[in-house]
């Protein structure tokens, strides 16, 4: 568990969520049946750690942010988030309330996320509440190329998420590019692409 500084806001509880990304092979079946139109948009991330997200969804980050926080790690790649909205004047106020101050070699860093993402609800009633999601990604790191990643998730109790969860791990694995699948959530991702393009020559 991930306790939060005292004084720190309270946060609305997402509850327990399963995400792997990785890049996908050329061709590679998707890994829900991915029925109907997708949701299409950009958002825009700040990073700070692998336990705090910041995202503007839609790409602006002028006014009001969500800050995501984990409250806990499991040992089978399951993480349970809380997020809250909060003015982008206010950030830097409230991550060091919440003890999620952001690295100073990170804060000029910005992460582009352009989304198709579908979403279906998962084995009717005997998993009623949990939702499966892929999103296909177009990832930007500062003025560098964007890459392609696709992201698969898991959401709901976890008892009732097992048994998707493992059927879409086979699936994701074997969809994916050598070396590139990792399970993780996207505050990670996010810090791990900021990393990556700095090493980069």
């Given amino acids: 568990h991930e306790a939060a500084s005292a004084g ?8 327990w969520e399963w995400r792997c990304f990785f890049v996908p092979r050329d061709g590679a079946d998707n890994a829900l049946a991915c029925a109907g139109k997708p949701e299409e948009r950009t958002d825009l991330y700040l990073p700070v750690s692998a336990a705090c997200g910041v995202k503007a969804r839609g790409g602006s980050s002028e006014s009001t942010l969500e800050v995501k926080i984990r409250d806990g790690v499991a040992d089978d790649g399951f993480e349970r988030w809380s997020k809250e909205g909060v003015k982008a004047s206010e950030l830097a106020r409230v991550l060091e309330l919440a003890g999620h101050a952001q690295p100073e070699a990170l804060r000029d860093r ?3 996320v352009a989304k198709r ?8 009633s005997a998993f009623s509440g949990v939702w499966a999601e892929q999103t ?3 990832v930007t790191v500062g003025g560098a190329e964007a890459q392609r990643y696709r992201t698969v998730a898991v959401e709901g109790k976890r008892g009732a998420c097992a ?7 086979s699936k994701c694995r074997a969809s994916a590019v050598d070396g ?3 399970i993780c959530g996207y505050p990670e991702f996010v810090v791990s692409r900021c990393v990556s393009d700095e090493a980069a020559p």
Avoid: I, K, N, Y
């Fill in 163 to 169: 048994r998707p969860v493992a059927q879409l791990l």
């Fill in 180 to 182: 590139t699948f990792v």
């Fill in 8 to 15: 720190a806001p309270r946060l609305t509880s997402m509850g």
């Fill in 117 to 124: 993402r579908w979403q279906e609800s998962v084995g009717g």
């Fill in 110 to 112: 910005r992460v582009e």
């Fill in 136 to 138: 296909d990604l177009r």
